[in-house]
């Protein structure tokens, strides 16, 4: 998730544009994604195509969403976001089932990517697979003395002041929860406060706490390491070859975005020839080389070339995410506690 900054002005300016071109409620779609999370231009080709007028508004983080969402002041028609955000959608009734066997283009998405869904999808009856990746560290060999391969560069004080962090509650306690051992859905309180225990030790040798910013920060060598997204960092690999991204030995998340379309929804037709239009192949194309995350879209992977297959940032050694997980949407009192325990973390 995923995982850019929403760029205010351009959301409300896409906003305010596709609404001024917006016909009556059943020819429009509301869509709420990330910020900076579909090449737009396939939002005007689907206008084109289809004559159904798309109103796009972006959140920077799958929680902005769920409020977005839940404030109901919008009525929105397709969402996407995260896997754990979709199961606490999906628990609380606000996804529609959808048949996507009956669309077109959706059956080229892999079968690996609808099992993924599936883990917190039974059934596939929800929402359609987008971009999925991992969670990892980006670094300068030159910095940390050569290749890493564990969280432990992260907490072991060998780089004091050389490294960032995600500003993120789920995204910091998962790497030190993985560090320690444990699963990053743990519900067991003295796991969480041990991880924010080492989290505590830690910040005394973070640079910063960030988001999307990371990668900017150790492209311009202001850092020698950083939580990063897999999308950013091949983003940053590209630009500075002598970059490396490492998927940690002890395990990470391993995400997926996905499309559902909400039981608000004014037209099922029109949302669901967007979610097809979406996977069609030279719009998965276009979405894929703007976006820059791994694509679930099959013609899309049997393309890369070979420079692209050998990043561990957009396709990860299966022997790499042996000891990975998906986030799962945790009890509320469990996310409560995170919560208390990250402010108390950021206060110390």
């Known amino acids: 998730m995923k995982r850019f900054v929403c760029v205010l002005m351009a959301a409300v300016t896409a906003s305010f544009l596709l609404c001024g071109c917006a016909g009556k409620q059943g020819d429009t779609l509301t869509v709420l994604n990330y910020g900076m999370y579909i090449d737009m231009n396939v939002l005007d080709q689907f206008e084109k195509e289809t004559g159904i007028k798309v109103v796009y508004e972006e959140v920077p983080t799958p929680e902005e969403l769920y409020t977005k969402y839940k404030a109901k002041a919008i009525k929105y028609d ?91 509650m789920r995204d910091a306690f998962m790497a030190a929860l993985k560090y320690l051992g444990y699963s990053m859905n743990t519900t067991d309180v003295n796991e969480l406060k041990e991880a924010q225990k080492l989290l505590i030790d830690q910040k005394k040798d973070v640079q ?84 820059r995350y791994s694509s679930p879209v099959t013609a899309i992977n049997e393309s890369l070339t070979d420079e692209e297959k050998a990043s561990e940032a957009l396709v990860p050694p299966s022997k790499k995410l042996a000891n990975c997980e998906i986030y799962k949407n945790l009890p509320v009192e469990t996310t409560d506690e995170i919560g208390e325990l990250w402010k108390e973390l950021k206060a110390f």
């Open 78 to 168: 397709v969402v996407c976001t995260s896997e754990y955000m979709l199961q606490r959608l999906m628990d609380e009734g606000e996804l529609a089932e959808v048949d996507f066997s009956a669309m077109n283009n959706t059956k080229g998405i892999g079968e690996d990517y609808w099992e993924m869904a599936a883990d917190f999808d039974p059934g596939n009856k929800h929402v359609m697979p987008y971009f999925w990746g991992t969670v990892g560290i980006l670094y300068d060999p030159e910095k940390t003395g050569g290749e890493i391969d564990s969280w432990k560069t992260l907490f072991d004080g060998s780089h004091a002041g050389d490294i960032i962090m995600q500003n993120s």
């Open 208 to 291: 910063a706490y960030l988001v999307d910013e990371v990668r900017d920060e150790i492209l311009a060598g202001n850092a020698a390491a950083g939580v990063v997204y897999s999308g950013e960092a091949l983003y940053a690999c590209e630009e500075d070859p002598s970059l490396a991204y490492c998927i940690p030995k002890e395990g990470t998340n391993i995400w997926i975005d996905c499309w559902g379309i909400t039981n608000e929804c004014v037209n099922m037709a029109n949302a669901q020839k967007f979610l097809d239009f979406l996977c069609r192949e030279d719009i998965a194309r276009a979405n894929f080389e703007e976006v």
